[in-house]
């Protein structure tokens, strides 16, 4: 059954050095604070997985953490580069991180293909699109029905996903609503899942039979994060933080004024701080 | 105060964009240049058309500019929101999208259009964003039309990297790859509209913008640029058009500047 967890025991039980790790949730509910205790865990030789790295791969790559990242748009959304994750592979500082792209079509159902206990996903993709010669896990299958040539990506199975959500109700069971991304797709894909909330309540007062619910038996660890997402949002308790993402910018630009941030407002931090004021 | 009928570059650009727009039409929208042409239509011409951003939003009806593909505002105005894989999956595979909208750093004669890196992919000299949506968006959508500012750095005679692609080499490669969709019809630009020949697929400029020679436009192209026989003139921005845009992009400016994080002043 679901544990409840603090963030710094959840990091600590659930994500070791070299693991994958995918921290979900497409511009919204992005968890934040469960990305910076991993930082302030100083984990290492982590394969970041995530369709859109944001800010919060930004500081973990920045920070040292990972070898690896898979992804399929690496920028600050209506800002500009992620300059950390720029550093990194043009320069190799703190350390060099291998890369495997795709296209946001395939991450998707790559996650899709690993809730449904696929070996891997069929789309209609990447056609004439130079990403095929520079990455080996896009092959392409034919159709055994119509000999349609479609691409084949595998399925994503990480070893551990985190994602945010608005709330948990007292058994484990956990609401999402908004943009809810691949969330669902994620924490079924995951061998394990932690998700952080903004609050447990006694009743979840999910607004509808179709609410995206997991039930806690999809659920290895839940976490009370209120305003864990920030700068990213939570739909009906906070907005995106959007002056945090134009200004990360110039933060993130240098690699010393990078570093005394995070010092400064993560590693200094205590998880019961962690949300970026 | 009457609106100023000056105008910039940038601003042409925005409403030649809209232009375009029809109110029946569904639109898979892009954050930048495609957001703010496609609200633009929203709130002139086309009061019903359909914008559809990747977060999963359909139907989005925004008083602001979005700063991200999944801002709060969209979800909140959108007829509906579904999953990511569902947007991928059932929208855009589906074939429900009339009309994609792309840009990238660069763009070729045939618009292939780069938006991976600058040099060699293993050793980059830029490690651009990458593709996001934008190769399936190239070839699943109805058409697509691009909007980009148009220079020798960004309009060039060979791409670094094909992250979504155009008509390849030209003539029937779309085809040949099996891809059934339009391609990009349109290319929009802040000198000038360029449309595919009909045969060879090279991007032939069919219309200027209002005061733009054909001089300026080569000398912003890194390739031998070819002109339609017949060359019409994009015509000026109206009043109205002005002030929509411009009231737009006020909006939006104030409501992306309201908070401000401890330490990240600039």
Not at chain 1, 9 to 29: K, Q, R
Not at chain 1, 86 to 111: F, K, N, T
Not at chain 2, 184 to 212: F, S
Request: with cysteine.
């Amino acid at each position: 059954m679901t544990e409840f967890l603090s963030l710094h025991d959840a990091i600590a039980s659930y994500v070791p050095d070299g693991s994958t790790v995918a921290l979900e949730g497409f511009t919204h509910l992005i968890p934040f604070a469960a990305g910076h205790e991993i930082v302030r865990q100083r984990r290492r030789d982590l394969t970041l997985v995530r369709m859109t790295p944001d800010i919060v791969y930004d500081q973990l790559i920045g920070m040292g953490c990972a070898r690896r990242l898979v992804f399929s748009w690496g920028g600050n959304p209506g800002v500009g580069s992620l300059h950390r994750l720029r550093d990194a592979v043009e320069q190799g500082w703190p350390r060099p991180l291998e890369i495997e792209e795709h296209s946001h079509a395939a991450m998707a159902a790559a996650y899709a293909a690993g809730a449904a206990g696929l070996p891997c996903a069929i789309l209609r993709g990447y056609a004439g699109s130079d990403l095929v010669a520079h990455n080996a896990n896009i092959r392409s299958v034919d159709c055994p029905f119509t000999g349609e040539r479609l691409a084949a990506v595998p399925a994503i199975r990480p070893d551990v996903a985190i994602v945010h959500a608005q709330r948990a109700d007292r058994d484990g069971n956990v609401l999402f609503e908004g943009i809810t991304g691949v969330q669902k797709e994620v924490v079924l894909a995951a061998r394990r899942a932690i998700v952080t909330v903004e609050e447990i309540v006694d009743d979840l007062r999910a607004p509808s039979p179709n609410s995206v619910v997991l039930p806690s038996w999809t659920i290895t660890a839940v976490v009370e994060a209120p305003g864990g997402a920030r700068p990213s949002y939570t739909h009906g308790y906070y907005e995106r933080d959007n002056a945090f993402y134009l200004a990360w910018d110039a933060v993130s630009r240098d690699r010393d004024r990078f570093t005394h941030w995070m010092h400064d407002h993560v590693l200094a931090g205590s998880s019961s701080t962690a949300a970026v004021a | 105060m009457t609106t100023d009928t000056a105008y910039s570059p940038t601003e042409i650009m925005a409403i030649a964009s809209a232009r375009v727009l029809r109110d029946d039409d569904v639109c898979f929208v892009g954050i930048g240049a495609p957001s703010l042409a496609c609200n633009l239509a929203r709130l002139t011409h086309a009061p019903n058309i359909t914008l559809i951003y990747e977060s999963g939003t359909v139907g989005a009806r925004p008083d602001v500019l979005p700063l991200s593909i999944g801002d709060p505002e969209l979800c909140e105005t959108a007829r509906v929101t579904v999953s990511v894989p569902e947007m991928f999956a059932y929208w855009l595979q589906g074939g429900r999208i009339s009309v994609g909208f792309l840009g990238g750093a660069q763009l070729d004669r045939f618009a292939n259009i780069n938006s991976s890196v600058i040099g060699p992919y293993e050793r980059p000299s830029v490690r651009l964003p990458g593709g996001g949506g934008a190769p399936e968006i190239a070839a699943l959508c109805r058409q697509t039309y691009v909007v980009m500012a148009q220079t020798r750095r960004s309009f060039v005679d060979r791409v670094d990297f094909v992250t979504s692609f155009g008509f390849g080499e030209g003539g029937d490669h779309r085809r040949r790859l099996g891809i059934t969709t339009a391609g990009p019809t349109l290319v929009i630009t802040d000198l000038c509209v360029m449309q595919p020949d009909p045969e060879t697929r090279e991007l032939t400029v069919t219309a200027l913008h209002p005061g733009v020679t054909r001089e300026q436009v080569q000398s912003a192209t890194g390739w031998p640029v070819r002109f339609a026989e017949t060359l019409g003139e994009t015509p000026p921005p109206t009043g109205a058009e002005l002030s929509t845009l411009r009231d737009l992009q006020r909006r939006t400016a104030e409501a992306h500047a309201t908070s401000r994080p401890a330490g990240a002043a600039a």
